[in-house]
């Protein structure tokens, strides 16, 4: 991922933020970031769903996702990690054997994570208002996938916003949306 620091965006080199990782080696200048998601491949014979539930509470569909097996097989497991996981009380303090850690991907790339196992972000519609940067510019790289259909498509928008692009996607029945480098770095 190319994410760039906005203070330095229109810089003739400005600094990255995110992770990349290759071959299970990160990629030179790249960074962890604790508002970026990560979608990537590594290695698990037994991958969960992992849902911030605590004692007391049962699952609901308003419980948040921190991540999304988008395909296992094998050992083979891509996901999606939401960002609040790297953070997340709930696996720190009760579920740490499910913390995945740099190290762990075989390759992985920052992202946005607008949908996660068919709930779109909790935080989707403030980080909207608050960050126009990253969620209203036109061009957006993506991944979008239905586990149903076994379907993964990569794509880029022109004309639409992440607003339009969850939009979308929701609408085809996409359960995960990943959104990836916009604007100017999409050309």
Do not use: C
Not at 7 to 33: M, Q, T, Y
Not at 77 to 93: D, G, K, N, Q, R
Not at 144 to 158: H, N, S, Y
Not at 178 to 187: C, I, L, P, Q, R
């Amino acid at each position: 991922a190319n994410w760039l620091k906005p203070s330095e965006k229109d810089r003739p080199n400005p600094s990255v933020l995110g992770i990349g990782v290759v071959d299970g080696v990160h990629v030179k200048g790249s960074a962890e970031r604790s508002d970026r998601g990560v979608f990537g491949l590594r290695f698990d014979k037994t991958p969960t769903s992992v849902v911030e539930v605590w004692p007391g509470d049962t699952l609901s569909s308003d419980d948040r996702r921190l991540n999304s097996v988008v395909y296992h097989s094998g050992r083979r497991t891509i996901e999606s990690w939401h960002a609040a996981a790297e953070l997340s009380p709930f696996l720190l303090e009760l579920a740490p054997q499910e913390i995945v850690t740099p190290d762990e991907w075989v390759w992985a790339a920052a992202g946005i994570p607008l949908v996660i196992d068919g709930q779109v972000d909790w935080d989707f519609e403030s980080a909207y208002t608050r960050d126009p940067y990253t969620y209203q510019t036109l061009r957006h790289t993506f991944i979008a996938v239905d586990q149903e259909k076994k379907r993964l498509i990569l794509g880029a928008t022109e004309t639409v916003d992440t607003l339009d692009l969850v939009e979308w996607a929701m609408e085809r029945g996409y359960e995960d949306l990943v959104k990836f480098d916009g604007g100017a770095s999409a050309e």
